[in-house]
């Protein structure tokens, strides 16, 4: 999936915007305050949807199909886990009857879900809080796009034990969820770019100009090469 996102982004027509966008300097940081805050801001939200699904999904997280819950009186998914916190088995119970369970196909696909959508908001790299500006430009992004989803789709409908997850797939509740979820993507990213660049890191080694360095061996010799030019250019208009 990530290659054929690479591709899709790769492909993004230059815009006139770019023309009143400054160069990057030579010795710019590898890797930006701006690119920091929009990695970390969001991994962070997509960390903790993944771990409250992981960790706590049997207590919000919906299973429309009674015959899943496996005996449980409450209409939420029954654990994927293994065992439980105090080390009593949880789904290994049933994972050679049913395999993967419906809870941990639910995280994967959740996961994978906000991957897709996320590439709308990484169609705008410096703070644009319209990702969806010159959206339709570029057919490639959309083919890429849909591509993935149905891809998604496939794997989780059709995967079965061999691309281990869920043998009936999941609900259509299951995929509204997730859907939902990917939606969500574009406003935390909106909220990533309203955060100032200064609150944030910036790392790789930024190279310094050798005539800033406390040797000026290198300015000097510089120097003697200018004015040599120069008295061989006055030598030779004399002439």
């Known amino acids: 999936m990530d290659s054929f996102a690479s591709l899709a982004l790769a492909t993004e027509p230059p815009t006139l915007d770019l023309l ?7 010795d710019e940081y590898i890797v930006s305050r701006k690119m ?10 997509e960390i903790i949807i993944i ?6 999904g049997e207590n919000f ?10 005996g449980r009186d409450k209409p939420y998914v029954f654990p994927g886990r293994i ?4 080390g009593s088995p949880l789904y290994s119970k049933y994972e050679k009857e049913y395999g993967v369970s419906r809870h941990m196909t639910n995280v994967f696909n959740v996961f994978t879900v906000m991957q897709i959508f996320n590439l709308i908001n990484a169609r705008k790299i410096h703070d644009e809080l319209n990702v969806f500006s010159g959206v339709w430009n570029n057919w490639i992004f959309f ?8 891809g998604q789709a496939i794997i989780i409908e059709l995967g079965g034990s061999a691309m281990k997850v869920a043998y009936s797939g999941l609900h259509g509740v299951h995929w509204a969820i997730a859907i939902g979820l990917g ?7 909106t909220l990533c770019k309203l955060i100032p ?3 944030c890191p910036q790392f790789g080694n930024k190279e310094k100009d050798p005539l800033d360095n406390e040797d000026k061996s290198v300015l000097s010799l510089r120097k003697k090469r200018s004015s040599s030019f120069q008295r061989q250019g006055s030598a030779l208009a004399g002439k």
Do not use: H
């Open 51 to 56: 771990y409250a699904i992981v960790f706590a």
């Open 83 to 86: 065992q439980d916190w105090d």
């Open 183 to 189: 939606i969500s993507t574009w406003i935390a990213g």
């Open 20 to 26: 009143d966008r400054p160069p990057y300097a030579r």
């Open 143 to 150: 083919v890429v796009f849909a591509g993935c989803f149905a």
């Open 61 to 70: 997280f919906p299973e429309p199909d009674v015959r899943y819950r496996f």
């Open 197 to 199: 660049d200064s609150w």
């Open 36 to 45: 920091v805050k929009n990695l970390l801001g969001m991994a962070v939200y």
